[in-house]
């Protein structure tokens, strides 16, 4: 076990990532950033992060905007904090 994980995420980017979702589906949102299949989870946070993952299961068909800052209050999705960082 390495010392050197993240403790809080990093920004994969910031802005939202728009997701066509379908209802009652589950999305596992990347809530450390390091992920390459950006918003959703790849398994990186087991390597290099203390932060795992969030499920979101969709209430209903269409786009979700889901948080490509990481820093949303409103996690997984996007509530416009990445304007303010
Ligand atoms: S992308 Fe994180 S709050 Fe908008």
Redesign the pocket.
Known sequence: MSDSKLTHPVAA????YALEVEAGKNYTWCACGLSKKQPLCDGSHKAGSTIGPIRYTAPKDGKA?F??????VNRPL??????KI
């Open positions: 980017q910031k802005a939202p905007y948080c490509g800052c990481k820093e949303s996007c509530d416009g904090t990445h304007g």
